[in-house]
């Protein structure tokens, strides 16, 4: 490389920032590609102390300010005499000291890279000098690890560079001694760590960690004065050992508490100091009960109130152990950080507020979960008849995390039956949500599947979550997924192969753990012969399928079912009692063949309700379409029967028509749609005689 260039491009780097953690980690950037260095340090030899000032290091990761003394052995102090004096004798302007041996043959070089922890193979040293003076024994200290090595070319090529990295470092020394003459270093700094974190107990450790430096500082408290409790609460308490959460109401008594009204007055009208300083606090009654109450000795404290545009948030204590360790420049310097923890302290307690809010929105989020659930029920009516065989394939699949395909005509009750496999399953205190993907618009559907980022489209004010993204550590139902379009079906696929998506107008890919249970009235197979449904997300689907029996081919659960819906539309329409059946009413129920299924037995229960809210309920004046068979209406009593009475009719109607017969094809099982043994036992607990002859 041109040596001009080299020196135009290195001093562009190593002058063009002041902060000297900065520029040292730019020029480290820079030197690393023209020679193996490894680490730099900025060290200020002290004649007086006997030892180095490692001011700054940089690496290949970071620079930062460490202002580390390294106190040098009698030995190692000698040495670097040696070295300062030969250099002061011989003077040259670009000298560079290269050691190419072993550099920690010299004490002082072993001294200062043993107490950094650093290790040294080679080791090249910049003395700085301003217009022919030493910069204040200051020098630039480049090293090399793992069998790297410096050589006279490095050196000559460093020796050109001595007056700007001089000049930058001088430069930088001045901005920071400006900095620390105002305070602003320390405020920015203290400002950087108590905002840093919305945890403040954690903001606070780190505050008091840079404050100790400062001034004396062994604990420091966060606090509020609650006038209607006459106590004061202490929020948040830190040392530099750790930060802790409160929550401690500590009373006050008449005195202090009359004591804080007048302090507080005072800060308020700015006839007080903005800092009190208590160095005795067996004297003053506020800091006397603050030291009592927390059972700890007695010690000096200083007090900043976090008071602005007449706003009282509260206010932080600073405790040094002992009595008369503050002093003026001490308020003076903690006073800066007045607004810092204003702003701390109230974002703090907004953030405790969200969280609680969120918190309590959660729980009221489990409760109506819960409520759901407890209004679905339990138990799946018709689990022990009708439904036996779905629910035996139910507890077969739900504590597992394969895709479900609810098969079965409209109204049969699949959303119920995917509710079910969630709440059995693992995941039941996550999300359930549902998606009926025949409802969704085409142009909608990614949008409303996958999410959307702000200015996605036209329209996409805001970033929105997918109902994918919603159902994370839960389960997504997707009702009618034979209307999806083949677009939709493709990113689906993609979905349930990855288990990831990517919002619209997103380039972040999402990971989710979800367990998804599908659900369609269409024959998805004729679908996919008309090339209207892919085949590869059928296979994806139809891991576990379940067919859901219609209504009409389980005709033993409308009995229940009819108590169950009248109970439920008698709370949903508020009606003072539950009205009662009239005879025959339910084998007029038990002859219509459904094509609406158990949706449409609610509501046609809901209809009768509706028109005799007081009952009793005959369904006879609804249009419930033409019976499957003529069959004559009997009654047992003129009374209306109770759900096991309405049962015990309609098995003994059967059993009449079979002859009394049970088994077999031609059986009352069989009729019934149940287990011939399930028949019996449900026979002999309604007293009902079975066989031939038991005609009724």
Known sequence: MDENVFFRDATLR????????????????????????????????????????????????????????????????????????????????????????????????????????????????????????????????????????????????LSLLKEPFALAMSNAL???????????????????????????????????????????????????????????????????????????????????????????????TGTAKPVLIINRPGEEPISQGFFEALDIPFSSIMVLPLIIEEQVAGSVALIAEGIDRFNDYHAQLYSTLKEPFFVALTNTLKHREVLKLKDMLADDNRYLHG???????????????????????????????????????????????????????????????????????????????????????TGALSQKRGRFERADKGTIFLDEIGELPLQAQVRLLKVLQSKEIERVGGVKTISLDIRIIAATNRNLEEMIKLNQFRED??????????????????????????????????????????PTLSPGAIELLMEYHWPGNVRELGNVIERALILKPAGPLTFEHLDLGKPEANLELQSESDEPANLDEMNSRHIRRILSKTNGKVDGQDGAAALLGINASTLRNRMKKMGIEFGRGSRR
């Open 537 to 578: 997300l059928w296979f994806r689907l139809n891991v576990f399928p379940i067919r859901i029996p219609p209504l009409r081919k389980r005709k033993l659960d409308i009995p229940e079912l009819l108590q169950h819906f009248i109970n439920l539309k008698t709370k949903e329409l508020k009606l003072p009692v539950i």
């Open 14 to 157: 190593i002058c063009g920032n002041l902060e000297i953690g900065e520029a040292l980690f730019s020029s480290f950037q820079f030197l690393r590609e023209v020679m193996p260095v490894d680490m730099i340090f900025l060290q200020f030899f002290d004649v007086d102390q006997r030892a180095f000032n490692t001011v700054a290091t940089a690496t290949e990761k970071e620079g930062r300010i460490v202002d580390m003394l390294v106190p040098l052995s009698p030995e190692a102090f000698q040495e670097m005499m040696q070295y300062v004096n030969e250099y002061l004798k011989g003077h040259k302007p670009n000298h560079v000291w290269l050691f190419e041996d072993d550099p920690r043959e010299q004490s002082f070089t072993r001294e200062i890279y043993d107490l950094h922890g650093a290790k040294i193979t080679s080791l090249m040293i910049m003395p700085l000098e301003v217009q022919d003076k030493v910069l204040g024994g200051g020098s630039l200290w480049f090293s090399t690890q793992g069998g790297k090595k410096f050589n006279q070319k490095h050196a000559d090529l």
């Open 371 to 457: 409520e759901l659930h407890r209004l679905s029920g339990d138990e799946i009516i018709g689990a022990n008849f009708g439904l036996r065989d779905v629910m035996h394939k139910v507890h077969q699949v739900a504590s597992l995390d394969s895709p479900v395909l609810l098969l079965g005509e409209t109204g049969v009750g699949k959303d119920v039956i995917a509710n079910t496999i969630h709440y059995s399953s693992s995941r039941s205190d996550g999300p359930f949500v549902s998606v009926n993907c025949g409802a969704i618009p085409e142009s909608l559907i990614d949008s409303e599947l996958f999410g959307h980022e702000k200015g996605a489209f």
């Open 174 to 268: 001045k901005h920071r001694n400006e900095l620390n003459l105002y305070g602003k270093e320390f405020f920015w700094e203290a400002t950087k760590r108590i905002c840093g974190n919305l945890e403040i107990e954690k903001g606070l450790q780190a505050c008091i960690e840079h404050i100790s430096r400062h001034m004396p500082a062994d604990s420091i408290y966060l606090q509020k004065y609650e006038s209607e409790l006459a106590a004061i609460r202490l929020v948040v308490r830190a040392s530099a050992e750790k930060g802790e959460w409160m929550d401690v109401l500590l009373p006050l008594s008449g005195e202090a508490n009359k004591a804080v009204i007048q302090l507080r007055q005072s800060w308020l």
